[in-house]
C-alpha cells in the first residue's frame, strides 16, 4: 500500500474515532450539548460530518499550499497552521479542566482533544514533507552566475 492512501486511511480511522468520541458523552454532557446547542455533534453521523469536514478542509489547505507555493512560504504556512493547532489545543486542554466540562464524561473530553491534535499531526507531516523535497533548479540561472553560459 503506498504512503498516501495508508495516511488517508489513518486519517478516516482517527476521524471516525474522533466523531465516536464526541457523539458519545456522559448523561451531563448530552445535557450540555443539547443546552448549548451544539446540533453538529448531538449524534454519531453529525459529528462524523463536522470532523470529516474539518480535516477534509485543512487537508484540502495544505494540499494547495503545497503545490502552488514556493518552499519558504509553505514552510511559513505550515509552521502557522501549527501553531493555530496547537494553540486551539491548549485551548481546549484549559476549557475541558474547568469542572463544568469535567463532569461531560472522559471519551467526550478525548474526543475534544483529538480534533486538534489530528491538525496538528496533519500539518507537521506536510511541514517536514515540504522541508525533505528538494525545489528544482533553474539551470539558466546557475550557468549565467557560474559564468560558463553565454548567448
Known amino acids: 500500500m503506498n504512503r498516501k492512501w495508508s495516511s488517508l486511511l489513518l486519517l478516516l480511522v482517527l476521524s471516525v474515532t474522533d466523531a465516536y468520541l464526541l457523539a458519545h458523552p456522559n448523561l451531563i454532557g448530552k445535557i450540555g450539548v443539547l443546552v448549548y446547542k451544539h446540533h453538529y455533534i448531538r449524534n454519531f453521523p453529525r459529528a462524523l460530518l463536522t470532523v470529516v469536514i474539518v480535516v477534509g478542509i485543512s487537508l484540502a489547505v495544505c494540499e494547495l499550499v503545497y503545490r502552488l507555493t514556493r518552499k519558504k512560504t509553505a514552510i511559513f504556512s505550515y509552521l502557522l497552521l501549527t501553531a493555530v493547532a496547537v494553540f486551539w489545543f491548549m485551548y481546549v486542554f484549559v ?50 552566475k557560474s559564468g560558463s553560459g553565454g548567448v
Not at 95 to 115: D, Q, V
Open 95 to 144: 476549557t475541558f479542566s474547568s469542572f463544568s466540562y469535567r463532569i461531560t464524561g472522559k471519551a467526550f473530553i478525548y474526543g475534544a482533544h483529538l480534533l486538534p491534535v489530528i491538525l496538528a499531526g496533519l500539518n507537521l507531516r506536510y511541514l517536514f514533507k515540504r522541508i525533505l523535497v528538494q525545489e528544482p533548479v533553474n539551470e539558466s540561472l546557475t550557468d549565467e
